[in-house]
């Protein structure tokens, strides 16, 4: 891993963000306000476990409050957590200082504890099958709010959160500064501590960015949400290929495998009568394996099928096609696994939630209006 300079710190509302803060910044801050450096110390384990200033016992009174009235509040709040019967899977609607909501999800394994966190107030990326996207982005998450996730459901579910998947709400290579503190803060040992090989990021292929972060070689998973074989299917579904085409795209790929030396996963959502015919599945196997030919990369296809939002007109194939999908990519020398869909009594799929509650809302306001 390379030594990195990391952008300044966020202020929120003019205030400093605490929460975003590594302990050497806070060691900064501390100075000066006059108090001694170690006292950083003791304050980012605590701030990492969601402890507020006013319960800091081990700071004096006059800290706690100065502290309590120079720094903000970004720790996300349970607006609503709906609990799957079917697996366990726990489905957050976070509320952000500003009002602002998000999604995470909590996901149970034998192995420990995943959560899918989200890395924007909506998106920009338009991606057709998306709910997320859907009213366009509102703005960056904070790396505070990335990281309050993750302090958040721990809190809430009194468990250890043991691996992280940025796939939720946003593109994560588009709040890149962010996301990239975000890393450091989660991933140091006096704080969460989760390791960077328990971390995924997925990215819709944001090609410059993707440069960017094979330079940080950060031994965090790199997921490529592909979704086609071909530059006419990809560009008809996600706008962002008409920018980063597939050849831009694997090039980078190859070069963040160069770099890094870590297997790269490319998603596939399989849509019914749009992408994932037994042709299409022999397009994406000869796709890959011309990117990828002499690379000596490890190619892996994670199966999706399609989450069904309103609107978008995409539904879901049955059990055989995406079987048959998989056996197509096999037979070509293309290890391929199917997701297991958790939580889907809960529309565990990101957006969904914050969607129906932005609808609740509006609804009640328009009543409302009306009475």
């Known amino acids: 891993m390379k030594e990195m300079t990391l952008p300044p710190p966020p202020r929120v509302d003019g205030k400093t963000d605490a929460l975003s803060l590594l302990p050497e910044e806070l060691a900064e801050l501390l100075m000066s306000l006059g108090q001694p450096k170690y006292r950083a110390k003791q304050i980012f384990p605590l701030l990492s476990r969601g402890l507020p200033f006013s319960e800091m016992s081990n700071l004096p009174k006059d800290l706690r409050r100065t502290l309590e009235k120079s720094c903000a509040d970004t720790l996300p709040r349970v607006e609503k957590k709906l609990v799957s019967a079917i697996d366990g899977t726990v489905k957050y609607l976070f509320r952000l200082h500003d009002g602002a909501c998000i999604e995470s999800v909590l996901m149970r394994y034998e192995h420990g504890n995943s959560l899918c966190i989200s890395s924007q ?89 993707i440069y960017d972060l094979a330079g940080l070689d950060l031994p965090i998973t790199l997921s490529i949400s592909l979704h086609a074989p071909t530059d006419e299917q990809r560009s008809s579904i996600m706008p962002i290929n008409r920018r980063y085409p597939l050849a831009e795209l694997f090039a980078a790929c190859r070069d963040y495998y160069a770099t890094t030396g870590r297997r790269i996963s490319f998603e596939y959502t399989l849509i019914s009568g749009k992408n994932d015919s037994v042709s299409d599945a022999a397009a994406l196997a000869d796709c890959l394996t011309r990117a990828f030919r002499g690379t000596g990369a490890p190619l892996h296809v994670n199966l999706i099928r399609v989450n069904e939002v309103d609107g978008s007109g995409f539904s879901r194939g049955d059990r055989e096609s995406v079987n048959a999908f998989a056996e197509a990519l096999g037979k070509r020398g293309i290890v391929a696994t199917v997701r297991r869909r958790l939580g889907a009594d809960v529309n565990a799929a990101c957006g969904q939630l914050r969607r129906a509650t932005a609808a609740e809302q509006t609804g009640k306001t328009e009543s409302e209006g009306k009475a």
């Open 121 to 209: 107030v909506g998106c920009r990326m338009g991606c057709r099958f998306c709910a997320s996207t859907i009213g366009g982005k509102v703005r960056d998450l904070y790396p505070s709010e990335l990281l309050g996730q993750v302090i958040a459901a721990r809190l809430d579910c009194g468990e250890r959160v043991s691996n992280i998947v940025m796939m939720g709400i946003g593109e994560p290579l588009d709040n890149f500064d962010n996301v990239v503190r975000f890393l450091h803060l989660v991933n140091h040992e006096d704080g969460v501590c989760i390791g960077y090989r328990h971390i995924s990021l997925s990215t819709c292929g944001l090609v410059p960015r």
